[in-house]
């Protein structure tokens, strides 16, 4: 009897310790959510932003405990530089490319399309190495220089699904803007790290492969 009471005791202790667990984790994605679009207000800090959010979340993801707002501070702080050019440099391209589609969009001459075609394939990779740049800032210490190339090899390795994430990206912030009133509380709590979250998950796997792979070849050639 006393055994069938202790083995209830434990099966509800372990199901309140998950109940905690879930709990504790969508409490800091929303706190994360929160401070992310705060300290994202004035727009042109959006790149520190994200690379303090993708720290934040790769520890997470690797179940690191650590105080979700003090450590995304730190980490605003450590990254500001890199985040800020990085982030600027993104969106001055990306606001160029929107220009040149609104300029060849609004023009008269006959092969027009063929123009508006070729920006659309400029942004579409632009975004596809945004969604790895600010991982790959979290994630390693490396230039800005080197950030962006180590970005471009990542999301030509993984087109497929960096290129379904940017529509994904692009189709989710059209459906927030469409419906920005009504989703407004929403978004303010899960808005971003909706999108983030998962695809945290899924950059921290490519990551991890990769310096499987690293830590392979200098085995390899320290045995040869």
């Known amino acids: 009897m006393n055994m069938a ?32 679009l705060i300290t994202s207000l004035p ?12 720290t934040v979340t790769l520890a997470m993801s690797k ?23 990085a982030g600027l440099v ?25 123009f508006m075609i070729a920006t659309l394939v400029l942004l579409s990779l632009v975004i596809m190495v945004s969604n790895w740049v600010f991982p790959l800032t979290a994630k390693f210490e490396n230039s800005v220089k080197n950030m962006f190339k180590n970005a471009m090899i990542f999301s030509m390795r993984y087109a497929i699904v960096s ?12 459906l927030i803007l469409k419906y920005f009133v009504v989703v407004l509380p929403l978004f303010f709590l899960f808005g971003v790290i909706l999108l983030v979250y998962p695809w945290t998950l899924y ?5 991890e492969r990769y310096l499987n792979e690293q830590k392979e070849r200098e085995s390899c050639s320290e045995r040869h």
Do not use: H
């Open 203 to 207: 950059v921290n796997l490519r990551f």
């Open 5 to 36: 009471v202790q083995k209830r005791r434990k099966i509800m202790f372990q199901s309140d310790n998950l109940l905690s667990r879930v709990l504790t984790k969508v409490f800091d994605l929303c706190l994360l959510n929160i401070l992310f």
């Open 43 to 54: 727009i042109f800090t959006i790149g520190v932003s994200l690379s303090a959010l993708y």
């Open 163 to 174: 290129f379904c994430m940017g529509i994904v990206m692009v189709g989710y912030m059209a």
């Open 63 to 85: 179940n690191e405990e650590s105080p979700v707002f003090k450590m995304y501070f730190r980490m605003w702080k450590q990254n500001f530089k890199k985040g800020m050019i």
């Open 90 to 114: 993104l969106l001055g391209i990306v606001a160029l490319l929107i220009f040149d589609m609104w300029i060849w969009w609004n023009s008269r001459i006959s092969y027009r399309m063929f």
